[in-house]
């Protein structure tokens, strides 16, 4: 009776655990991230004029608004409670666009720290930083390309493609693997966040 071939078994499970390690990382898949979640819902809730909704959501996230605070020191719950009060929808946008882009300066600064040493990690967070700029970010980044005659939205797609590149690859079993370019990644991440505050001027 021939035998299963357990090695093979066990190297599939293996790889499938590493393909969804970016999915379940952080507890949620893509785009069920909170930052996420609530910047839509905002959005949602403002075209209704429904701010008892928006400070609902606002309090859910206060948690990620303290861990920004603690880690640069700007903190955007007295904004973000102000543009409640006065029920102001356009500061209230500009406050959550400064969160999401503290929270992809947070993915940037913690792979930094830890220099792509943890690949699933690094994966993750970039991953994170990327969506974030797709999901939230990038419609208003064609409008100014548009206005401006510039190309911002399609430089920063190919940058988030080449730092991709820098964080090396794990190979297999550790054959080809690939060492992480930090100095690289460093550079990328910077421009950036240099080309997003071309668009937003007030992410200063």
């Known amino acids: 009776m021939r035998k299963p071939f357990y090695p093979v078994i066990i190297a599939t499970l293996i790889i499938l655990s590493f393909a969804d390690l970016d999915v379940y990382a952080y507890g949620y898949k893509k785009q069920d991230d909170p930052l996420i979640k609530v910047f839509k819902s905002v959005v949602y809730h403002g075209k209704l004029n429904d701010w008892d909704m928006i400070s609902k959501e606002i309090d859910s996230i206060n948690d990620r608004i303290s861990d920004i605070n603690n880690l640069f020191g700007i903190d955007l719950s007295p904004k973000l409670k102000d543009a409640v009060d006065k029920e102001n929808m356009q500061d209230m946008a500009k ?6 882009f503290l929270a992809m300066r947070e993915k940037f600064y913690w792979n930094t720290q830890e220099e792509l040493k943890i690949y699933a990690k690094s994966r993750v967070r970039l991953r994170l930083a990327e969506e974030y700029f797709v999901t939230l970010l990038s419609g208003n980044v064609r409008v100014y390309d548009a ?17 991709r590149k820098t964080l090396g690859s794990l190979g297999f079993f550790g054959v080809g693997s690939i060492k992480p370019d930090l100095d690289k990644f460093v550079s990328i991440s910077a421009d950036i966040e240099q080309q997003l505050v071309k668009v937003f001027p007030y992410f200063k």
Request: aromatic content about 8%.
């Open 147 to 163: 206005k401006n005659k510039t190309t911002v939205n399609s430089e920063i797609y190919q940058n988030f493609a080449e730092a």
């Open 95 to 100: 406050n959550m666009a400064c969160l999401v």
